[in-house]
């Protein structure tokens, strides 16, 4: 069973900082697009930054200018830099590793923003 490793959240007063990190195994980071996605209470996934194998990045409006995501193949390791959080900002973050044949995703990681 493939399984992907996620860490970094945590409780953080508003205007602070966390970096997310996401590690898969080799045979499905290498080649893969990696995806961040926020799940506030009760609803649904929101996809908030996403970077292909060649390295392209898309962020959603709500993240922009605020939040970074990278990749370290050489460490098959996605990270996603969260810079002026705000209490919106609040929820579960999941990554996922895709390409035209797999779906992975990590198990979540709790981000609580306090005013």
């Known amino acids: 069973q493939v399984r992907l490793e996620e860490s970094g959240g945590g409780l953080v007063q508003a205007g602070g900082s966390l970096t997310l990190s996401c590690r898969a195994p080799?045979?499905?980071?290498?080649?893969?697009?990696v995806g961040w996605f926020r799940r506030p209470n009760g609803e649904q996934h929101e996809l908030i930054a996403q970077i292909s194998w060649p390295g392209k990045v898309t962020y959603a409006d709500s993240v922009q200018g605020r939040f970074t995501i990278s990749r370290e193949n050489a460490q098959n390791t996605a990270y996603l830099q969260m810079k002026d959080l705000k209490p919106e900002d609040t929820g579960v973050y999941y990554c996922?590793?895709?390409?035209?044949?797999?779906?992975?995703w990590g198990q979540g990681t709790q981000v609580t923003v306090s005013s």
């Open positions: 080799q045979t499905i980071f290498q080649g893969s697009t």
């Open positions: 996922r590793i895709f390409d035209v044949i797999n779906n992975y």
